[in-house]
């Protein structure tokens, strides 16, 4: 087994045995040295992973890291457990307290689910008190696979780590700053940018004006860009479908009604492509269809009319709508107003979608 199904076996699990897991101990056991044992090191080898190592120091008595992984018989990752529920958090924490006596590089605090790496790059043998590393099994991605891959037993090499240590944990507060501005832009960022196509003086009355429009904007990027990714991916994936061999690919198709009635709209498509977007994880892109109506746009499954997703309303500048069929066969309406909005109904597209996978 390689190391990337090893972790996403992890992740399995987490899932299926967390709710059991009711102390720390019981923590570590079942999630944290299988974590461990899939970096390569023998959990059972006292010469490989150390458990309760000692860590004296000053009038400190009796205090222990809960795992040190040895190299020669000198640490080298520190780890220190919480239950899988407690938060995560290094005040007055041994961890930060014997790093900086000991030889190990880096210190992992971790409750099971997150694991974030520490080491000194502001001081040398200080602890940062932020990690360059944090990574959350239940919601790993593949590069920060990569990154842990580089702590298995047959890849170690601190010098690489450090490497990219000072680039990752720079990345990640660059992350959280641009996510903190996006969901609540900061006065500078919004007199930044809104000069730039604002030339009148930025009163109160106006920073709030351009605040607002800020939010808009980025919202609306935002989703344009993941619309237009995965409509081209959607548009790759029917490409290829297409050219298999004995593979049958199921059209959209419009309703058998005169042609000089009925008119596809380019708004009407990119709406298709929306909510097959928002669909591709519950069920196959080429079972979403769509028929056109005068009066509106139907999604179905299957270009089955017994498989309604919803009805979209587009012809009107003014009144455009999102509906979606009740459990008494009656249509509720959401007004939108416009395609970026159909994303707030994600959940109820995927409940719809959803009886009929």
């Not at 059972?44 to 860590?55: G, I």
Request: aromatic letters at 10%.
């Amino acid at each position: 087994m390689d190391f990337k199904d090893s972790i996403k076996r992890l992740t399995e699990r987490i899932e299926s045995l967390k709710a059991n897991l009711q102390t720390e101990e019981a923590t570590k056991t079942a999630l944290i040295m299988p974590f461990i044992s899939a970096l390569g090191y023998d959990v059972f080898n006292p010469l490989e992973v150390l458990p309760e190592m000692c860590c004296d120091i000053g009038t400190k008595k009796g205090e222990k890291i809960d795992y040190a992984i040895l190299k020669d018989g000198e640490p080298i990752i520190l780890v220190e457990c919480k239950h899988w529920q407690q938060n995560l958090t290094l005040h007055d924490n041994q961890l930060l307290r014997y790093f900086h006596v000991s030889k190990a590089k880096f210190g992992v605090l971790t409750n099971g689910i997150i694991y974030r790496f520490y080491t000194d790059l502001a001081e040398p043998n200080k602890m940062d008190e932020k990690p360059f590393l944090e990574v959350n099994l239940l919601d790993i991605k593949e590069e920060q696979i990569e990154e842990l891959k580089k702590f298995h037993k047959s890849y170690y090499d601190v010098e690489e780590i450090l490497s990219t240590a000072s680039e990752l944990k720079y990345m990640g507060e660059l992350r959280t700053v641009i996510e903190k501005e996006f969901t609540s832009p900061s006065p500078d960022l919004v007199k930044f940018l809104g000069k730039q196509v604002y030339e009148g003086v930025f009163t109160p009355k106006v920073l709030e004006q351009f605040t607002a429009l800020l939010k808009r904007t980025i919202q609306n990027y935002i989703n344009t860009t993941i619309s237009d990714r995965l409509k081209a991916a959607i548009n790759d994936h029917e490409t290829i479908k297409v050219e298999t061999p004995n593979v049958e690919v199921t059209e959209p198709v419009v309703e058998d009604i005169p042609a000089n009635k009925i008119v596809t709209t380019e708004e009407e498509i990119e709406a298709f492509y929306i909510i097959k977007a928002i669909l591709r994880d519950t069920i196959a892109t080429e079972r979403v269809t769509y028929r056109d109506a005068q009066s509106y746009f139907a999604i179905f499954i299957d270009n089955n009319n017994r498989k309604p997703v919803c009805r979209l309303y587009l012809n009107s500048e003014t009144n455009k709508k999102i509906t979606f069929v009740g459990e008494d066969k009656k249509e509720q309406h959401n007004k939108i107003n416009s395609l970026d909005e159909i994303y707030q109904y994600s959940d109820q597209l995927i409940e719809a979608a959803k009886r009929f996978v």
